[in-house]
């Protein structure tokens, strides 16, 4: 019968291409690892790894082998969830990845409140791009994320809003449009803007704006630091969509009902995946937020 710590072993293995480096992740000695891969390879009745120089590389059993041994420890990992939801106590590590800009903007006061009031639990938060953060919910490596939600529905993923996130169109103050009146479109599209890049939600807003009348932005720069864009903006580098949040006296809004719209931010988790309690007790918090309403109690 094969054994769970041969199976998470190849598993480090393979992800690292390394049998030092799996040995450090798993706080083995690099002895104890190649004795556990001998002794599956030996289970199995085949070679999972060949050795090829200094490089460490999958045979074809190997590569058969991984997603269904990944698979195994995604249910191990599920089945510690499902024991965390009989504990009294919000305790154990709850990994969540969040947007550069929410974490800064609207998150501070929830992590503040949940390590008050769950001083066991052990926050892990990965601060990256909306859409990378949805990858890393999907794989499983995060039990939850904060983003800008996505206008497509997927039947993996769960998605709860939080907080509408109206977009602003800007310029700076010395742009030729900003004292324009009645600005269509069209009159918009022949100037250069700064956007986030292609693959995000925020641009495919954009471009939908645009798109409906056969339009489409000349977008002179891509940053997906909101920031950065709003600097870009203030000095003369082009219009933007931007939160209204990041809206400040440097810049000048331009007034178009085609270009009043707004994203949605809030919380995804998969749906074949059992929250622990620190994940409920978080994604409480941020429900709580969302109504408005004080959640001084402790979960249930």
Same mark, same amino acid.
């Given at each position: 019968?094969?054994?769970?710590?041969? +199976?998470?072993?190849?598993?480090?293995?393979?992800? &690292?291409?390394?049998?030092?480096?799996?040995? @450090?992740?798993?706080?083995?000695?690099?002895?104890?690892?190649?004795?556990?891969?001998?002794?599956? $390879?030996?289970?199995?009745?085949?070679? @999972?790894?060949?050795?090829?120089?200094?490089?460490?590389?999958?045979?074809?059993?190997?590569?058969?082998?991984?997603?269904?041994?990944?698979?195994?420890?995604?249910?191990? !990992?599920?089945?510690?969830?499902?024991?965390?939801?009989?504990?009294?106590?919000?305790?154990?590590?709850?990994?969540?990845? &969040?947007?550069?800009?929410?974490?800064?903007?609207?998150?501070?006061?929830?992590?503040?409140?949940?390590?008050?009031?769950?001083?066991?639990?052990? +926050?892990?938060?990965? /601060?990256?791009?909306?859409?990378?953060?949805?990858?890393?919910?999907?794989?499983?490596?995060?039990?939850?994320?904060?983003?800008?939600?996505?206008?497509?529905?997927?039947?993996?993923? $769960?998605?709860?809003?939080?907080?509408?996130?109206? @977009?602003?169109?800007?310029?700076?103050?010395?742009?030729?449009?900003?004292?324009? !009146?009645?600005?269509?479109?069209?009159?918009?599209?022949?100037?250069?803007?700064?956007?986030?890049? $292609?693959?995000? /939600?925020?641009?495919? #807003?954009?471009?939908?704006? /645009? =798109?409906?009348?056969?339009?489409?932005?000349?977008?002179?720069?891509? &940053?997906?630091?909101?920031?950065?864009?709003?600097?870009?903006?203030? #000095?003369?580098?082009?219009?933007?969509?931007?939160?209204?949040?990041?809206?400040?006296?440097? +810049?000048?809004?331009?007034?178009?009902?085609?270009?009043?719209?707004?994203?949605? +931010? =809030?919380?995804?988790?998969?749906?074949?995946?059992? @929250?622990?309690?620190?994940?409920?007790? /978080? #994604?409480?918090?941020?429900?709580?937020?969302?109504?408005?309403?004080?959640?001084?109690?402790?979960?249930?």
């Amino acid at each position: 019968m094969m054994d769970i710590a041969e +199976l998470l072993t190849f598993i480090k293995v393979a992800e &690292t291409k390394s049998f030092s480096e799996a040995a @450090l992740r798993l706080f083995v000695t690099q002895p104890a690892i190649s004795k556990r891969i001998a002794a599956l $390879e030996s289970t199995l009745g085949v070679k @999972l790894f060949d050795r090829i120089g200094r490089q460490i590389i999958l045979t074809e059993a190997g590569t058969r082998l991984l997603p269904k041994a990944q698979k195994i420890a995604y249910d191990l !990992k599920d089945i510690q969830h499902s024991m965390t939801l009989q504990m009294d106590d919000v305790s154990g590590e709850l990994r969540l990845a &969040t947007s550069h800009h929410i974490g800064l903007r609207r998150l501070p006061t929830i992590l503040k409140k949940f390590q008050v009031r769950y001083p066991q639990a052990k +926050l892990d938060i990965e /601060f990256t791009q909306s859409e990378e953060a949805y990858q890393q919910v999907l794989r499983g490596e995060v039990e939850i994320g904060i983003i800008t939600l996505s206008n497509q529905d997927d039947h993996l993923m $769960e998605s709860m809003p939080i907080w509408s996130d109206p @977009l602003t169109c800007v310029v700076s103050r010395d742009h030729p449009l900003a004292k324009v !009146k009645n600005l269509d479109l069209a009159e918009l599209a022949n100037h250069p803007c700064v956007l986030p890049n $292609e693959n995000t /939600f925020t641009r495919q #807003i954009a471009e939908q704006v /645009f =798109g409906k009348q056969g339009l489409k932005p000349q977008v002179r720069m891509n &940053t997906n630091h909101l920031e950065t864009l709003a600097m870009l903006v203030s #000095i003369g580098w082009g219009w933007s969509l931007l939160p209204s949040t990041l809206v400040d006296d440097k +810049l000048i809004v331009l007034n178009h009902p085609d270009l009043n719209v707004e994203r949605r +931010l =809030g919380i995804i988790h998969h749906k074949q995946r059992t @929250l622990s309690r620190a994940a409920l007790a /978080f #994604i409480e918090l941020l429900q709580a937020e969302s109504l408005n309403v004080d959640a001084d109690s402790p979960t249930e």
